[in-house]
């Protein structure tokens, strides 16, 4: 079954580094969404990205974030200079001519 | 801004009990999605929901879409242990707009 997959699984990185978070999604899926869930709390939209431009983005969503496509394939979530309070689980997620969203495993970014 | 809550946060029950959870929103949502995270976990799509009044069912799982469009529920039978997780509603309305996701109900199955 296709699955989206998204690397690393876990991430350490010290305050002020900069991140890359990368996604494989479903084949032929066309609508790739960015989300992240701080320990214990809801799912937040950060990004949606479609036609290789944002369609939507939440006030979370900073001039410190920017998400690519630089291949085609891969769907990249950057972190200029990472705060604290970004460490959280960051999860892609992808969509095709269905309206469901399916999801990665997740990546966890502790940022120290 | 755009909400969604759900009903009840948590819940503890014995295993082979049935499970109801409901999820309400203060706008109109073209379609209701189910989804259960395990810990550590993506969540994981269980049921997808088009139509005000459509009632579907994924094995123990019965889900239904609102007739306002506003709410949705989902009926667990006869849980099991592997049935424990949180458990989020989602709205969605176009393609590439977002998913407004629930708060959860995390779920507690006790042997």
Redesign the interface.
Known sequence: EPE?T?TPSHQVTQMGQEVILRCVPISNHL?F?W?RQILG?????LV?F?NNEI??K?EIFDDQFSVERPDGSNFTLKIRSTKLEDSAMY?C?T?GS?????????T?LTVV | GQQLNQSPQSMFIQEGEDVSMNCTSSRIF??W?W?KQDP??????LI?L?KAGELTSNGRLTAQFGITRKDSFLNISASIPSDVGIY?C?G?DN??????????TRLSVLP
């Open positions: 989206v998204q609508y969404y989300y709390q809801k799912v937040e939209f949606s479609y369609s939507e939440s999860f997620a969509q269905g309206t469901e969203a399916f999801f990665g495993q997740g966890r | 073209n379609t999605l989804y550590g976990e993506g969540p994981v799509l997808a088009y989020f989602a969605h393609y590439g707009q977002n998913f407004v996701f629930g708060p959860g």
